[in-house]
């Protein structure tokens, strides 16, 4: 255990379901992300938040909808999503404000989904 | 624009030592990061590095030249259980965004007996 927790970690879609991804940090930071990881490519940076507020937001398709109801939750909000969505979502979280030392982001075990 | 490359995959035999390279080309320096990912699971902090030389932990050591734009993971004593993504991580220019990081493609090491 991390103290970054995901739910779920398995998750099967159609393309005009409606879900949502959940994180939960338990380590007291107050940043959180979300990173996409795809087969044979480098994890890819979707979504910043810093003390509630997003302060990133990486091209992502409006598909992808996060929402951060206080700095211990994330969410990522799927609707409409194509074959190609399909990945590992990566929930992380550090401490915000600091730029100094390792500041080093904690992650969870990812949530694995399949859009069919 | 951001860019880091290191091996796809590498192989080694237990009990030796391998050397994972990392090389990066990105828009201002803040530090390189190590972590390590088995299979399912979330990738772990394995080593942070923000000043020219060496940085030694257990067995693990990992190494940075600023001017060269380079870094290694050296792993010795090698177990079963490194067998592992091994994921270079960049922290470029501090934006008001904060703490970001540009990750490679990871490279997977697998120890053999």
């Known amino acids: 255990e991390t103290g970054v927790t995901q739910t779920p970690r398995h998750l099967v879609m159609g393309m005009t379901n409606k879900k949502s991804l959940k994180c939960e940090q338990h380590l007291g930071h107050n940043a959180m992300y979300w990173y996409k990881q795809s087969a044979k490519k480098p994890l890819e940076l979707m979504f910043v938040?810093?003390?509630?507020?997003?302060?990133e937001n990486n091209s992502v398709p409006s598909r992808f909808s996060p929402e951060c109801p206080n700095s211990s939750h994330l969410f990522l909000h799927l609707h409409t999503l194509q074959p190609e969505d399909s990945a590992l979502y990566l929930c992380?979280?550090?401490?915000?404000?600091?730029?100094?030392?390792?500041?080093?982001?904690?992650f969870g075990a990812g949530s694995r989904l399949t859009v069919l | 624009g951001q860019n880091i490359d290191q091996p796809t995959e590498m192989t080694a035999t237990e009990g030796a030592i391998v050397q994972i390279n990392c090389t990066y080309q990105?828009?201002?320096?803040?530090?390189l990061f190590w972590y390590q990912q088995h299979a399912g699971e979330a990738p772990t902090f394995l080593s942070y590095n923000v000043l020219d030389g060496l940085e030694e932990k257990g067995r693990f050591s990992s190494f940075l030249s600023r001017s060269k734009g380079y870094s290694y993971l050296l792993l010795k004593e090698l177990q079963m259980k490194d067998s592992a993504s091994y994921l270079c991580a960049v922290r470029g220019e501090l934006t008001g965004g904060g703490n970001k990081l540009t990750f490679g493609t990871g490279t997977q090491l697998k120890v053999e007996l």
């Open positions: 992380a979280s550090s401490q915000a404000g600091r730029t100094s030392g390792a500041n080093v982001l904690t």
């Open positions: 990105t828009s201002g320096f803040n530090g």
């Open positions: 938040y810093n003390f509630k507020e997003q302060t």
